[in-house]
Structures are given as C-alpha cells and as structure tokens.
Nanobody, 126 residues
C-alpha cells in the first residue's frame, strides 16, 4: 500500500514557474514508477510526466509539456517532483501524483496506475 500527498499548487501568472512535490509512504518507493497527471474542469484526466523506478530513471513527457516541465525523484526522501516552467493558462488543472509498481513509465494511461494522491490545484492566469 502506498499513500501519496501532493504539495505546491497555487495561483500564478502566465510565464511563472513552480515545483510540485509528492511525498510517498512505504519502504519500497524506489521500485515504483511515479507519474504526474492533471485534470482541468470538464476534461478527462491526462498524462503529464512519469519517471521510472529501480535506478533506471527513464522519463516520459506529454507533448504539451515537453521542454517546459521536468520530473525528478529523490528516493531517500520518497518524493517525486514536477518542475513546471513557462506556465500557460492551459496548464490550469488539478495535478495528481500517481504510483504503480508494474506500469512502464512510457505508459500514459491513468487507469494503469494503482495509487493516487488527493491532488493540488494549479491556476495560471493570463
């Protein structure tokens, strides 16, 4: 069982940057693929980024954030980060952290992740 808690969402102006954090419980954090997803009002939850576990640290990004967002993890702190730069109003959404032991980090389907945080709101104003 893994519990996830996200931090860092807030209101920002377009062009700003922020870093979201997701702290995980559990002693086997390093073995889990960690993902970030987001959901805007009236839209389906969509993939943002993922990072593999087990030392490989492969990363995958949605086309909409590639070159602007960076995912990273600190296994000693059982935390995964999402650094979001050059934010746009279209980035406004609730951002969710997700974890799964078996999913491939290149798999962008949210239904393949077993564990989810409660979400943190990011609002970008123009």
């Amino acid at each position: 069982q893994v519990q996830l808690v996200e931090f860092g969402g807030r209101f920002l102006q377009a062009g700003a940057s922020l870093t979201l954090s997701c702290v995980a419980s559990g002693r086997t954090f390093s073995r889990y693929t960690m993902g970030w997803f987001r959901q805007a009002p009236g839209k389906e939850r969509e993939f943002v980024a993922a990072i593999s576990g087990d030392g490989d640290l492969g990363t995958e990004y949605a086309d909409s954030v590639k070159g602007r967002f960076i995912i990273s993890r600190d296994n000693n702190k059982t935390t995964v980060y999402l650094q979001a730069n050059s934010l746009e109003p279209e980035d406004t959404a609730v951002y969710y952290c997700a974890a799964d032991r078996l999913v491939d980090y290149r798999d962008q389907n949210p239904q393949h992740y077993d564990y989810w945080g409660q979400g943190t709101q990011v609002t970008v104003s123009s």
